[in-house]
């Protein structure tokens, strides 16, 4: 069986600094990084989404995390085809026009930030999250063969956020086009019966790597707030339910990251916690 290694998809989200799961003395970014390492095994670094990570970060995060951690981290906004206000580009980019010249760069100055985590062996996965409107085709097909050239040579993760990427009669060939890409498909959980949500399946693409990522159950997915979106406190069953998945999943891989997103105070890190105990074997 390969490692299981569970986290949170952040480690300096607002409220989770303000929730006192950070001890005292330990709330600066250097204590937080080091605090959150000697509790859980893997981080997603999320705001790579929001602006570009920089390098130096990466060096520090590597720094400050024992041989082992990994990063999984997150593709900026504008190489997955969302909607990327100019202010969360660099300042000497933000007035160029939005074209192949101005995604090279942007493709370029990414590469560069996160490879000392490659170096280090600290990169577990960088995710591509598309968004809803990516559907299956031919332009989503090209779109992926044009990222996994890009991406030539990372641990290239993709979750998809269409749900017809994942209905039973279309599960099969998705799995073998990003398999043939050399990709990881993301599983998810989400609450069920919305127009977008995606069923709770673990799907391997990969023998070197499997992610599932757990969204919370909010019934307000897609609209409203993050806090809205993303608010939802796992209990012990519904995690319980997911360990059989789980382990049939670390079962066909070297590794398995499991992350919680249900960024709302401490809930994601308390549920990366109990889902760390349910999957540790018992002594007996």
Request: with cysteine.
């Amino acid at each position: 069986m390969g490692d299981i290694l569970v986290g949170a998809c952040s480690w300096t989200d607002r409220q989770l600094v303000a929730s006192g799961w950070y001890p005292r003395g330990r709330r600066d970014a250097e204590g937080r990084l080091r605090h959150y390492a000697s509790r859980l095994p893997v981080v997603e670094v999320d705001s790579g989404y929001y602006a570009l990570p920089s390098r130096r970060n990466s060096e520090l995060w590597v720094e400050r995390t024992p041989d082992g951690f990994r990063f999984d981290v997150k593709a900026f906004s504008l190489l997955t085809g969302h909607p990327t206000r100019p202010e969360a580009l660099p300042a000497d980019l933000r007035d160029r026009p939005v074209d192949g010249a101005l995604l090279d760069e942007v493709w370029g100055r990414f590469t560069e930030a996160v490879e000392p985590l490659r170096e280090a062996g600290r990169l577990g996965a960088v995710l591509f999250q598309f968004p809803p409107r990516f559907a299956p085709g031919a332009p989503a097909e090209r779109a992926l063969e044009e990222c996994a050239r890009r991406a030539a040579g990372w641990p290239l993760a993709v979750e998809f956020r269409h749900p017809a990427w994942w209905e039973a009669e279309r599960a099969g060939d998705t799995l073998a086009l990003l398999s043939g890409l050399g990709a990881t498909a993301v599983g998810v959980d989400m609450a069920q019966g919305l127009t977008g949500s995606l069923p709770p399946v673990v799907p391997v693409s990969r023998p070197s790597l499997a992610v599932v990522r757990f969204h919370g159950r909010s019934r307000a997915w897609g609209r409203g707030s993050k806090e809205d979106r993303f608010r939802h406190d796992y209990d012990v069953a519904e995690l319980a339910a997911w360990v059989p998945r789980l382990r049939r999943a670390a079962r066909q891989t070297d590794e398995l990251h499991v992350l919680f997103n249900n960024c709302c105070a401490d809930a994601a890190v308390r549920a990366a916690e109990t889902m760390r105990g349910l999957l540790t074997p018992r002594r007996r």
